[in-house]
Every structure is written in C-alpha cells, then in structure tokens.
C-alpha cells in the first residue's frame, strides 16, 4: 500500500513539474512588449532611431526651440515652440501639427499605442497605429475636470461635456453633461473608460467610436 502511494505521489509530482516547465516555455515565447523609438537631436535636425534600418529626419524651422521629447512603445512626441510632431513606428513616419501663438501645453501624456496633449485652446490626438494627429477645440470659458489617460484611450471631462479619443477609431468623441448632473466617479484601464453620475454611467470603449449609456 505504501509503495502505490509512494508512486502515485511521484507521478503528482512529476505532473506539475511539466506544467510549470510548460508554463515557464510559455512565458519565455511570449513577445515582450518593449520601446521602439528614440530622438536624438543633431544640430536644426530631429532623428528618430527604431530597430530596422534608417533614420527618419524632421527638420526644424527657422527659429524653432525644442520644448519637451517624449517617447515610450511606438510612439515619440516632440513639443517645440511651433508645433507637436508625432512620430509612429507602426507606420516609421513624423506627423506635425500646428500650435496658435499664445496657445499653451498644459497636459501632455505618451503612450505606447497614443499621444495626448492638451493646451490652453485644444486637444490634440495622436493615433500610433496610424501616425495621424486629430485635434478638438475647447469652449470659451470652459473648465476642465478631469483628463483620464490609459494605453489606448483618452478621456477629458469639462463641466459641459466628455471628450473621448481612441488610438484605433480616431476623432474626439462628444458625450454631453448636464450642469445638474456632474460626474461623480470615474474608472479607466487599457480600453474602457467609465464615467459615473448621480443617476446614469457612461461607457467609452477603444474599439467603438461611440458612448454608450446605462441608467
């Protein structure tokens, strides 16, 4: 009795050290995700470095200061004086976009799938897989709550409304506030975000170009 016991306990065993071998393969063959790109500044030239061969070059303009220069994943964004560019490595392209004289960054966020920015005038979204930029105006007077940034998706709430920006449906995407009803709570991970109010939810989900609401 004792020897059944004994080898069914060594076949236990010798069960679980090939799942956790299997477990450990499998870990190990899983492609981590890592940082593609980096700038480097060369004189009036930006650079962005990425794995494969080349060097895609942006030139600076007359007069043009460097601000800030972010990267992180596929994406590196670059603030100057003048203008945001955006660089993708999905797409191995810069994309600029214009900045008013007097419009100030006051937020800006990199991701490895979006960039954020946000100014004293707009909101600028930068589409990674794409390596496209959409911007959304702000209201006069308006007062901005809250800015939630995840891996794929960005939300701003003002005291009028909620702006969504999606890495892979591009756009800012309006959901209305009533004045009477601010937002209470808010919850956010890699694609979802939810908005909570007294009496309703608002759900914004990455790959719909569309809130949806439940009461």
Partial sequence: MNDHRGRVASVVLLLVMCLLNVSSSARAQTPLITD????????????????????????????????KIESKGLNALVRTSVRLLGFSAQVVRWSEVRTDLGEKVTDSRVTQSLLFVRTNRRLYGFQGPLGRWKTEDLGVREEIRDTLVAENVAVVVTDRRALAFSAFT??????????????????????????????????????????????
């Fill in 36 to 67: 593609q790109v980096l700038i480097t500044v060369l004189r009036d030239q930006i650079f962005a470095a990425t794995p494969g061969e080349g060097l895609m070059r942006a030139d600076l303009l007359a007069g043009e200061e460097i601000i």
């Fill in 170 to 215: 591009g756009g800012f995407f309006q959901q209305d506030l009533s004045t009477d009803e601010p937002v209470a709570s808010s919850a956010v991970n890699a694609n979802v975000v939810i908005l909570t109010t007294g009496t309703r939810r608002w759900i914004f989900r990455s790959q719909l170009a569309v809130w949806a609401e439940l009461r």
